[in-house]
């Protein structure tokens, strides 16, 4: 059974960082597209970043210079790192992988990490 587990969530006060961690399990093939999404309370999902497995970056509008996504390209395992949060940045954050690319037959998501900001 394809698992993903997200890692690393938590309370931060504002101006603070994390990194987020995602770990797929029960496949044997490499995602060669992986991405972190978040949901705030009251809001659509949104695309945080997205990343390729020749390492092409996509941030979502705005997010670009506080957010970076990366990746181990030796394990299916790939990180957010979140600078100088905000409130605004309170959410639940999941990650999502595919094995082709994001939205195919083989797209997986976990169950999320909330991600609270606040002082």
């Known amino acids: 059974q394809v698992q993903l587990v997200e890692s690393g969530g938590g309370l931060v006060q504002p101006g603070g960082s994390l990194r987020l961690s995602c770990a797929a399990s029960g496949i044997t093939f490499r995602l060669n597209a992986m991405a972190w999404y978040r949901q705030a309370p009251g809001k659509q999902r949104e695309l945080v970043a997205a990343i390729t497995s020749d390492d092409v970056e996509n941030y979502g509008d705005s997010l670009k210079g506080r957010f970076t996504i990366s990746r181990d390209n030796t394990k299916n395992i790939w990180y957010l790192q979140v600078n100088s949060l905000e409130p605004e940045d309170t959410a639940v954050y999941y990650c999502?992988?595919?094995?082709?690319?994001?939205?195919?037959?083989?797209?997986?998501w976990g169950q999320g990490t909330q991600v609270t900001v606040s002082s």
């Open positions: 999502r992988g595919g094995r082709d690319y994001l939205g195919g037959t083989y797209d997986y």
